[in-house]
């Protein structure tokens, strides 16, 4: 099985996880206000900082989906 996200799955994903790390990570004013810039400076939809975070992420999940085909194969049908 191939699973290949595209660049605006990957930048809603990095927004989602963005929000929830400064809503519930307890930082300070500061650092929520560094975030948020960074994110919107240099994590932009075309950058190439988030087509570094698109191949990184494609690369994971391949590996993971890789993984999980080996242990469907290894694992005995009795179990």
């Known amino acids: 099985m191939k699973v290949e996200l ?26 929520k206000a560094a975030i948020t810039r960074w994110r919107s400076q240099e994590m932009k939809r075309g950058s190439e900082e988030m087509r570094v975070l698109l191949q990184k992420v494609n690369d994971d999940l391949a590996a993971a989906l890789r993984r999980q085909e080996k242990s469907l194969v290894r694992r005995p049908d009795w179990v």
């Open 6 to 31: 595209e660049i605006d799955e990957v930048a809603n994903l990095f927004a989602h996880v963005v929000k929830e790390v400064t809503e519930t990570a307890g930082l300070s004013d500061d650092d």
